[in-house]
């Protein structure tokens, strides 16, 4: 495509172009986009490959000699606000990240309103199976088709495609239509089923009149919705005190001062959660955002929330992006997760810090809520940086939780072997199985066996690509890399590095050797495990939570996956049987990543009227984190940790920015890990302190070696700066790659 003179335009675009280009490019506006806005959508010519990017400003000169035309306005409904064009170079200043590169966040799967793609429709069932069965007994004479239809239905473990029901009935697209407008099934857009087919898997929490300390809370946040200033406030609440109820009536608040709402969670689970909640509380559509959702949905919940439509939008970190209009609350739901943290990708953002930014730059109320705030928001909160609320008792009338803390080394001792179960623990999941309640069992491992060692040479099997150990997964039959994900077969009977016959040693537990063990102890006890191995499928965790949330199982195993925000009643007994695990890991946030999961997985006992009981087994009972946990005692928990971190000035007395280099050759990217580290040091000199590098926590990852170094300062941006000077003036060998991670979640893997 040839270049246009400047001269040919009345009107200049600064587009903002999806690319790595870390500048605005000017665009000329042809006639018939003359009418385009700031904020619109825009195809363009970039290097001869046509891209997309948003228009930042309309100008009447350009000051380059030549530009190219703008090519065609795509999503032409879709106008980003200027609160998140604002947002955007706050991004890519603080994360260190070409501004192109954000655009992605903002309009992603934008291609789509190009070429719209095929939408997929599966078909459900709207009665139940006797009255299915009855249908077909009534019909089969004389509606064969109709009758053959329901037939494949009922025998469908789960709701079909329409084309796919078609091919199976062999009967045309008629039959199925009638059916529809007979009111016995229904065809659905397979996106929008997700949350149809878990429409009842959550027991929603019994409603309580608000008790004080919520309407305490929520009276300073409705003070802050109806002033119209950014304000962000701390709502820290112990699991079950009802940190939901004052979600429901902030956004009540909002929506009556006109105003819309984002609220975050942490995972997609609990958006299908939440959503169900939401949709009971509010009568107006919720937009729901996630990264399963294909182009064409997402697209159409960023137009409908453009346009006004939407007014409500739930999902995890990616929904914060979406161009809602009068933005006036943003809710972050369990503050203190990692999942918040991007780090697979440029920009590494954490979504928590970029909502408070957001909230200041739309004049929003911002409400950060958590049972076990992170240490960041808890001293932002004690500063009078932020608002804080405190709810200190559960909302509903059950009593309090029993907590008790197993030695493991005393149970070695009593059985002279290594145990997973205390008998502590045996005796009441018994107890629980006897009278009809469910048990809830974390464990944050798993596979089957985590090692395979050689008890002659002692050559632990490792990954070849990463140089992780292996870890046996029992039901695939395979030795699995948790990093890279590649396998091998077993060995069957040598170790493939001496040799030996019948050497190999399969040592440590994960979650499939629970599950195992629980049959083992208890045949009758009907059992689900969710972990990553279990919830492959799209909607599987979903279809998983719902059959325990249903009484479908009597005890549920998991990973941390279960650790988070679920509310089943029946639950009465947690189990957390490696409570110190996380603790050997040499990161500056282990003790508190520790504490935070504890305290989450004790939360899902007891949760409404019925008593709930928790273990915690451990090897080091007299750790002061564990013990903190068990207590709930977050005060003297933040009081230790908060001690520790000013000694050693790490967050929040501190930023950090860690510099990450990667390359196939250890030697070559080591070498340019000290060229750059040398620089840096000199140039920031006093203005922080630039730490020694280390082989990162996992040092190699699919055949590339990665090393850091990380940087202490108070302020980021004169950081950055300092790094865009260096890398200006000192180009990386090709063979290296650098990335950086502002204020990074783990300073180790």
Known sequence: MGSTKSTSFRLYAEVIVNSNINKILDYGLPKD??????????????????????VHKIKTTSSCKQVLPILNVIASEIVIPSDLLQLMFWMSQYYFTPLGRIVRLVLPGITSHIIQPKQHYRVVLKQNKTKIQEAILAISKDSPAQAATLKT?????????????????????SPIHSLEKLGYLKIVNSTDLELQENKLTFFPPNSYPLHKQQRDALDKI?????????????????????KTEVYFQAVQEARKLNKSVILLVPEIALTTQIVTLFKAHFREKVGILHYKLSNSDRNKVWRDASKGKLNIIIGPRSALFCPVQNLGLIIVDEEHDSAYKHSESHPCYHARDVAVMRGKLAQATVILGSATP????????LSGKYILSELTFRASASSTVKVSLIDMNLEMEKHKTKTLFSQAVIRSIEKRLAIGEQSLIFFNRRGYHTNVSCSSCKHVLKCPRCDMVLTFHKYANVLLCHLCNSSLKEPQTSCPKCHGTLTLQY????????????????????TLRIDSDTTKLRGSHEVLLKQFATGKADILIGTQMIAKGMHFPA???AVILNGDSGLYIPDFRASEQVFQLITQVMGRSGRS????????????????????????????????????REICVYPPFTRLIRCIFLGKCPQLTRSEAERIHSILKEKLDTQAKVMEITPC????????????????????????????ETLVITKLSPKVKFTIDVDPITTFF
């Not at 986009?33 to 970039?46: A, K, P, Q, R």
């Open 33 to 54: 986009f003359e009418h385009i806005t700031v904020g619109t959508g825009v195809s363009v010519s970039l290097r001869g490959i046509k891209t997309y990017g948003i």
């Open 374 to 381: 992170s240490l960041e928001s808890y001293t932002n909160a």
């Open 153 to 173: 239905l009922l025998s469908c473990s789960s709701p079909p495609g329409l084309s796919e029901l078609m091919e199976k009935a062999k009967v045309s697209s």
């Open 507 to 526: 040592r440590g537990s994960g979650t499939e050797k629970i599950e195992r063990m629980l049959h083992s102890l208890f045949p009758q006890a009907r």
């Open 609 to 644: 009227y019925l008593p709930g009981e928790v273990f915690i087994q451990s090897f080091l009972t007299e750790n002061s984190t564990i013990r903190c946990a068990m207590q709930q005692d977050y005060s003297a928990f933040y009081s230790q940790e908060i001690s520790g």
């Open 222 to 242: 409705s003070l802050s919705l109806s002033s119209g200033k950014f304000q962000t406030h701390l709502l820290f609440g112990v699991t079950g005190s009802g």
């Open 697 to 724: 926590g996992h040092f190699k990852i699919r055949d590339v070696f990665r090393y850091q170094f990380l940087i202490k300062s108070k302020q980021v941006l004169p950081v950055n700066q300092k790094l865009h």
């Open 571 to 573: 639950v009465t007994l």
